[in-house]
């Protein structure tokens, strides 16, 4: 496994960051204990970070997973919608002792969308800094769907860290195009920004054409690690190979294949309709007021997710 340093942080991270949201209750579901052997798997292959987030669930399964791997440190990245002092303090707190960590090595504020936003948060963003003076947090940074966002960190001094979504087709990026992103992070990174993507397979919408997704960001020199979802033994490494520069096994290879996949709407859907105007297949619907999924006629091609202004739908 590859290792860098985010940034001018001088935390060293795996290449491959375990994606913690597809474990927890908002996609696979799957218990702390089980879920946390999946992560404890990852981490023996030599992967030493994890992304996760209050609004995951997954705090539960990264501690059975830290519990039981007996290995060297591992690198810990959470985020909360968290706005002032008051909100910020409890989702420390939360993290501490949810995992049962004496300290938070990334602390970010999600999903951040522009300048305006920051300012909306920046009652959060001063206690964790804060906490970052006290030890308590060692970088502090935004996740973010916006080119706006990534511009507006790019050059301000109390931003260690930027979590933005890329992949090859821009899917999730609400405000441009991916070479738009790109260009904001390169700035960013000329800044000693760390920066770890997500979604490289645009919430599994991409997974058709998985190898070309892996190698257009492992091709880029702005990204320090991707974070990549995984639910199961075979998911771990199937990617940790692929990021080793690996070939992965057709045995692998076939329980990936074989298992059994569906369309996700998160709970966060406005019910606006655009993906159910646009699919060819019928197999979405706009009725009492949320989006039904026709299982048998959705054949999972993820084309219904460039329409989503808010990256609500997932293959999961």
Not at 222 to 231: E, K, N, R
Not at 268 to 279: Q, Y
Request: negative net charge.
């Amino acid at each position: 496994m590859e290792y860098r340093f985010l940034g001018n942080t001088g935390i060293k991270v795996s290449r491959l960051c375990f994606g913690g949201l597809t474990v927890g209750p908002l996609q696979a579901n799957l218990n702390p204990e089980v879920g946390g052997e999946v992560i404890a798997e990852a981490f023996r292959r030599g992967v030493n970070f994890i992304d996760t987030a209050e609004l995951y669930g997954t705090y539960p399964h990264i501690k059975r997973a830290l519990s039981i791997y007996k290995g060297g440190p591992i690198i810990v990245a959470t985020k909360s919608y968290a706005y002032d002092e008051e909100t910020a303090k409890k989702s420390v707190d939360l993290a501490l002792s949810a995992m049962d960590l004496n300290q938070i090595d990334i602390f970010l504020l999600h999903e951040q969308e522009s300048e305006h936003t920051l300012r909306g948060h920046a009652g959060a963003l001063k206690y964790y800094l804060k906490m970052k003076e006290q030890g308590i947090i060692r970088a502090v940074g935004i996740s973010t769907h916006t080119v706006k966002a990534v511009k507006a960190v790019a050059n301000m001094a109390e931003i260690d860290i930027i979590h933005p979504i890329v992949n090859k087709a821009g899917l999730g990026i609400q405000d441009g195009s991916v070479e738009d992103m790109l260009s904001a992070l390169e700035i960013a990174k000329m800044n000693g920004k760390g920066i770890y993507g997500m979604k490289p397979l645009g919430g599994g919408n991409l997974i058709h054409s998985a190898d070309e997704c892996f190698q257009f960001v492992l091709n880029l020199p702005t990204l320090d690690s991707i974070a990549v979802g995984m639910q199961s033994r075979e998911e771990v490494m199937a990617n940790i190979m692929v990021f080793n520069g690996e070939e992965v096994p057709l045995s692998v290879q076939n329980k990936i294949s074989t298992r059994i996949r569906k369309l996700h709407i998160d709970f966060w859907c406005e019910k606006c309709g655009k993906c159910a105007d646009h699919c060819q297949h019928g197999a979405l619907k706009l009725e009492e007021d949320h989006i039904q999924v026709n299982r048998d006629q959705c054949v999972l091609c993820g084309y219904c997710s460039s329409y989503c202004p808010n990256f609500c739908i997932k293959i999961v």
